[in-house]
């Protein structure tokens, strides 16, 4: 049966309307994707979940405002849509949160939660409220410790000592991606360095697949995102290098991408803070061994960026230690510094100063000789002088000299030849380098997924059993959850002792949990049946629904999040779980919502509340206006866009249904042929500009057709005219991908019901034939050029045309332009400075 308002018709009231269809569409629940006799083809739009830190906020409204729009077009398309929801509820914000307010994680976070879930209902998002997921539940907590047991049965999660990364504030390791410009991401503390046993994801497994299938991507994920993937992963071709090390029964490998110009090689350099350069010091004097302890522990405060900056003072302690130029035999001096990173390559250089300018300023600093090996010029084709005395290094290809065999050869013809007689005396190879690094997911916190292993005496890192997952967090009263350096679990002593499930004796269980990251890289396949108990999700499921079509979410997450979820995605299919490739079809990224052209918050003084702006100008008006600011991509400022006025053209949008006379069903072909054209136009053209995320321009021409119609309405008899019908409910049909509580009050008004699950109607492609009229353009009231456009054009868009004709640019010339008068559709005079 149609609900039909009963609350006052004559004017537009957005909190009526919201109180009125809200419990509404809690009872149909109407975008519920579950049903087993919907043979409708499918689509998956998954908007990127949120933490649980508080109320939504004006970024949330952004990003699901977006979402949704994409999710409804493709329910009017005729799709069944998965539009799912959950909380990435494990994480440093929830625990740090828990620790300064005194109270359980875990109730803090299911609050949070049941605050969210009542806002995203009110925000009228097209989600499915069945396939609800928090990753803070063991159901789902579960699942990641069975993938975990997975990558260990295979060896892509293992165990082993190294320097990590380490944030003195949170107390516990980082992930490389983890630190920005050398400060902990979460809570902008420096980031050091300390040596720890730590659980890893072997992610350079699939280094060569990440890379490669970015490509597959190209056109439907953006191309700033392709690139700081591409950059992350960091493949580069050159060669393993052997040089023996004078009193070591073992040779060094240098990995280099020019081994062209080993020739040039002076000296060599290993990173400082690397168990090389240890080892290497422990031959030195007493002297030296105490300059070299004092420099580590000075790099060990030291972030990489900075490390690698190349306008950084160069220093270092020489070791006391020679290599041999397994090319020439020359003896080279081995120095340790910051420059080197332990783990790049095999954290090792050969210098080659008078070719790379971080050598060549090491090089001057220490008095250390420079020999040109390449005749390069500059980027002005100038020759470059002697590096030793310029300071500028001989950057580029250039022809080899003081080469020996590869003298005159150009660079890959060098490189190709050198290579060639490393491999024919055994010093070296052609080899492929990274800058990816494997995947450090331990973390010396209590609020995440507790690692599945045991650790035996007798048996060694034993993982738990399937049958007796999920091990589960031991309750949070009587823990200490401060950061202390290690997991507050440690202190669990009731939950750490255990026994082995190989040998029966005496264990302890693994105190670390799992970085959040883990949590994200999968929940899109835990959507397909959140509840389910008997595997993490269904191989068939995943078949019908994924990959995700459409995801929506912020650029900040371009590489961790992406890049582990592509990670994941692969080694499930290599498990036989998936038959796809990419976890992602298509990639929007959101900009952010600011105010007073800087990040919102409260020490600034700009913060703006999304409830606040909700309950002055309603939930459609915020959505709208989010939808109308500009791209998706391009950052808000909340102080340019006006809720009000989106506030306002609902309302006369709204009047349209409320004076339509004519009865649901009629004949719109004998309405008003010029309304009936600009309908259709905007019906096709509002579909393709969805489907290109041109939002803000759908929002303008819906405006310009509820212009179009009030003009018939009010030119006399128009009310009952089948066209303005036909109009107003396409018009409710396209604002209900922005505006849902005002267009579902129109449709009943209408005397329909679902706006939503309504599809789009047919396009009548003999309306579509535009008749054109002309445009006189002038300049300082002078005819410059004739233009044919469509009768209904909009000023804007005239004025752009005009402005961009040849006869108007030039007689516009240098002159500044003082104004442009338009009078659409026929003239545009352009008033010069």
Not at 58 to 74: K, Q, S
Not at 540 to 555: E, S, T
Not at 566 to 587: H, N
Not at 758 to 780: G, H, N
Request: glycine share 8%; aromatic share 8%.
């Amino acid at each position: 049966m149609t609900e039909t308002p009963t609350h006052d018709a004559a004017r537009y009231d957005f909190h009526a309307i919201e109180e009125r269809w809200l419990p509404v569409w809690e009872e149909r629940q109407p975008f519920r994707s579950g049903r087993p006799d919907d043979d409708r083809p499918t689509k998956y739009v998954l908007d990127m979940f949120p933490y649980p830190s508080g109320d939504l906020h004006m970024g949330h409204a952004e990003a699901y405002a977006l979402g949704d729009v994409i999710a409804r077009h493709w329910v009017q398309k005729g799709f069944n849509v998965l539009h799912p929801i959950g909380w990435d509820s494990f994480g440093l914000p929830a625990e740090n949160a828990a620790i300064k307010r005194g109270v359980d994680p875990a109730g803090w976070t299911e609050d949070n939660i049941a605050q969210q879930v009542s806002s995203m209902k009110r925000y009228a998002c097209s989600f499915d409220w069945d396939r609800v997921l928090m990753t803070h539940r063991p159901d789902y907590y579960r699942w990641n410790q069975w993938i975990f047991t997975r990558m260990f049965e295979r060896g892509l999660a293992y165990r082993k000592h190294s320097n990590v990364n380490w944030c003195p504030k949170d107390q516990t390791v980082l992930a490389n991606e983890q630190v920005v410009g050398g400060l902990c991401e979460r809570c902008d503390t420096p980031v050091t360095k300390k040596k720890l046993n730590q659980w890893y994801f072997k992610v350079t497994e699939y280094a060569d697949e990440l890379l490669d299938g970015l490509e597959t991507l190209r056109g439907s994920w953006p191309d700033k995102v392709i690139a700081m993937q591409r950059n992350w992963i960091g493949r580069s071709s050159g060669a393993d290098v052997a040089f023996e090390i004078e009193g070591r029964d073992e040779p060094i490998t240098i990995y280099t991408t020019r081994p062209d110009t080993l020739h040039g090689a002076t000296f060599m350099v290993v990173a400082a803070d690397s168990d090389l350069a240890a080892e290497l010091a422990e031959g030195a004097d007493e002297a030296t061994q105490a300059e070299f302890a004092t420099y580590v522990e000075k790099v060990k405060g030291e972030n990489e960026i900075d490390r690698l900056a190349t306008d950084r003072e160069k220093t270092g302690v020489f070791l006391q230690r020679y290599g041999i130029n397994p090319v020439n035999g020359e003896r080279l001096p081995i120095w340790a510094s910051d420059y080197v990173l332990a783990d790049y390559g095999h954290g090792a250089i050969m210098a080659v100063p008078a070719h790379d300018q971080r050598d060549l300023d090491f090089a001057r600093a220490m008095d250390l000789p420079v020999r040109v090996v390449l005749d390069c010029t500059d980027e002005n084709g100038q020759a470059y002088g002697d590096p030793a005395e310029t300071g500028i290094a001989a950057a580029g290809d250039g022809t080899l000299v003081n080469s020996g065999s590869l003298n005159g050869m150009a660079k890959a013809e060098a490189i190709a030849a050198i290579t060639e007689e490393l491999s024919a005396a055994g010093t070296g190879d052609a080899a492929t380098n990274y800058r990816l690094r494997d995947w450090l997911i331990s973390r010396q916190r209590y609020w995440g997924t507790p690692i599945p292993i045991v650790h035996c005496e007798a048996c060694g890192e034993v993982p738990v059993p399937d049958d007796q997952l999920p091990v589960q967090l031991p309750a949070a009263e009587g823990l200490d959850l401060k950061p202390k350096g290690q997991s507050p679990l440690a202190a669990a002593t009731d939950w750490v002792n255990t026994t082995c499930p190989s040998c029966g004796g005496a264990a302890l269980r693994d105190t670390d949990t799992m970085d959040t990251f883990v949590d994200s890289s999968w929940y899109f396949l835990r959507y397909l049946d959140p509840a389910k108990s008997d595997g993490p999700f269904d191989v068939l499921d995943a078949k019908r629904w994924a990959p995700v079509d459409q995801y929506v979410g912020g650029v900040t997450h371009a590489i961790l999040h992406l890049l582990y979820s592509r990670f994941f995605t692969k080694a499930l299919r290599d498990m036989g779980m998936l038959d796809f490739d990419e976890p992602f079809s298509a990639l929007l990224n959101q900009g952010m919502v600011q105010m007073d052209g800087s990040a919102m918050s409260k020490s600034r003084g700009n913060l703006v509340r999304l409830s606040e702006q909700l309950d002055e100008f309603g939930v459609d008006a915020v959505r709208l206006t989010m939808a109308f600011a500009g791209p998706p991509e391009d950052d808000i400022d909340w102080a340019d866009v006006s809720p009000a006025g989106s506030a306002k053209f609902l309302a006369r949008a709204w009047r349209l249904a409320r004076d339509v006379e004519s009865e649901p069903g009629v004949d719109p072909s004998t309405g008003d042929q010029a309304l009936r054209a600009i309908t259709h136009r905007t019906l096709h053209d509002s579909q393709e500009l969805v489907e290109g995320f041109k939002f803000n321009v759908v929002v303008a021409r819906t405006m310009e057709l509820v212009n179009a119609t009030r003009k018939v309405i009010d030119s006399g008899a128009g009310a009952s005219d089948p066209a303005v019908r036909e109009a107003a409910e396409v018009v409710s049909i396209l604002l209900s991908l922005f505006a849902p509580y005002a267009a579902e009050d129109m449709w009943a008004m209408l005397g329909h019901e679902d706006v939503a699950l309504a599809t789009y109607p047919a396009v009548d492609e003999s309306l579509l034939v535009e008749e054109t009229v002309t445009c006189i353009v002038q300049v300082k009231g002078k005819v410059r050029g004739r233009l044919e456009v469509p009768p209904g054009i909009s000023e804007d868009e005239l004025r752009e045309l005009a402005l961009a004709s040849d006869g108007a640019k030039r007689a516009i010339g240098d002159a500044g332009i003082r104004t442009v008068i338009v009078r659409a559709p026929k003239l545009v005079n352009i008033v010069t400075a």
